[in-house]
Each structure stands twice: as structure tokens, then as C-alpha cells.
């Protein structure tokens, strides 16, 4: 296994949260913190942010990287330069961000109405007690 296949099993596993290492096109190690994984036209991206220092990139900058294979089949990861790409794969990053810090909604309450049993002078209607309950979900990222 080469290194860069354990990086990208690394940066596919869920659970693996801890800084990733590539290495460029000197076979120079670079540190990577993983922020998504996100599918997009039928590819996954990556937006990772450099630990170390690169030449270009700002400290509060991430590169996006597509999963592809190279001309022997193997798995590779290829640094996004298209514009049009990088801006569709950050925009879907920051609606996922926006989803997941945007405060739940409390779901409507239910309020059934229960009649009565007539009676000579009128119907009544009475409220029954509303039912509430929150689903809580999590959404996996990193």
C-alpha cells in the first residue's frame, strides 16, 4: 500500500479524525486537517486545510482535492484548480455548515379536537392535550 492510498483510506474513514499526510510532487510530506468530504457531479472532493506551510496558501485557506485514479488504476487524489468546481464544492460545504449550526425548529404542535356527545343544548368541543417530540439527528463530518 502505497502512502498516499493509506491517506486516502485515512481521509475516508469517518471515524479517522486525526491530521492527514500527502505528499507533493518532491514527495515533501504535508500535513492536512480534514474539514468535509463532499460529493459532487458524481466525484468526491475534499476540502482539507494545511497543518504545515504552503507557499500561496493562507493560514485560513483549504484546498479541494478530487478522488480519482491514476493512468494504473490507483487511487489519487488531484488538487481542484477550476474555479467553477471549487466554488460549487465550498458552496455546498458551507450549506452543510449552515445546516448543521442553524438552530432546530421545534415542531408544530398537534392539536386534535375531541367531541363531546351531544346534548340537547349544544356540542362541545374540547382540546386534547398536544403531543410534542424532537427527533434529534447528527450528521457525520470532519
Do not use: C, W
Amino acid at each position: 500500500m502505497s502512502k498516499e492510498e493509506n491517506s486516502i483510506e485515512r481521509l475516508l474513514d469517518v471515524d479517522d479524525d486525526q491530521p492527514v499526510t500527502l505528499y507533493d510532487q518532491n514527495d515533501n510530506p504535508i500535513r492536512f486537517e480534514q474539514h468535509a468530504l463532499i460529493p459532487f457531479e458524481e466525484k468526491l472532493y475534499a476540502i482539507l486545510k494545511p497543518i504545515d506551510k504552503i507557499d500561496g496558501v493562507d493560514d485560513d485557506q483549504g484546498i479541494i482535492f478530487r478522488f480519482d485514479e491514476d493512468e494504473k488504476g490507483e487511487p489519487q487524489l488531484v488538487v481542484i484548480n477550476d474555479d467553477k468546481i471549487i466554488d460549487e464544492v465550498f458552496g455546498i460545504y458551507l450549506k452543510m455548515i449552515n445546516e448543521e449550526e442553524a438552530p432546530k425548529a421545534e415542531p408544530k404542535k398537534k392539536t386534535t379536537l375531541k367531541k363531546q356527545p351531544k346534548t340537547e343544548t349544544k356540542t362541545a368541543a374540547k382540546k386534547a392535550p398536544a403531543k410534542t417530540g424532537t427527533k434529534k439527528t447528527t450528521k457525520s463530518s470532519k
